[in-house]
C-alpha cells in the first residue's frame, strides 16, 4: 500500500511561484515514478508532469513547458513540482501520483494518488 500526501497549494497572483511536494509513504517511494495531474471545476484531470525513478526522464505538458520543473529527492521520498510565471489558467486541485511502470501522461497508469491541494492563481 502506498500513501501520498501532497502540499504548497495556495492562493497568489498571476505571475507568482508555488513549489509543490509529494510526501511517499509505505510502498510509494523511489521504486515508482511519479506524475502530477490538476483538475479544474468542471474539467477533467489533466496531466502536468512526471519523472522517471531515476530523475533522469522528465515529461510535461506543452501548457507548462518551461515554466513548471518537476523533481524528486528519493533519499526523502518527495517528489516536488516548481511552478512559475503563474496563470489564472493554472488554478485547479493538483495530485500526486505514484506509477509501477514507466513515466507516463495517462492517469489509468497511475495506481496510487494523493488527496490533492489547490492551486488558485488570480489576476
Known amino acids: 500500500q502506498a500513501t501520498l500526501a501532497e502540499s504548497g497549494g495556495g492562493l497568489v497572483q498571476a505571475g507568482a511561484s508555488l513549489r509543490l511536494s509529494c510526501a511517499a509513504s509505505?510502498?510509494?517511494?523511489?521504486?515508482?515514478?511519479m506524475g502530477w495531474f490538476r483538475q479544474a471545476p468542471g474539467k477533467e484531470r489533466e496531466f502536468v508532469a512526471a519523472i522517471s525513478r531515476s530523475g533522469i526522464t522528465t515529461l510535461y505538458s506543452d501548457s507548462v513547458k518551461g515554466r513548471f520543473t518537476i523533481s524528486r529527492d528519493n533519499a526523502k521520498n518527495t517528489v516536488y513540482l516548481q511552478m512559475n510565471s503563474l496563470k489564472p489558467g493554472d488554478t485547479a486541485v493538483y495530485y500526486c501520483?505514484?506509477?509501477?511502470?514507466?513515466?507516463?501522461?495517462?492517469?489509468?497508469?497511475?495506481?496510487?494518488w494523493g488527496q490533492g491541494t489547490q492551486v488558485t492563481v488570480s489576476s
Open positions: 501520483a505514484a506509477s509501477e511502470s514507466f513515466p507516463s501522461r495517462a492517469t489509468h497508469d497511475y495506481g496510487y
Open positions: 509505505g510502498r510509494a517511494r523511489s521504486t515508482y515514478a
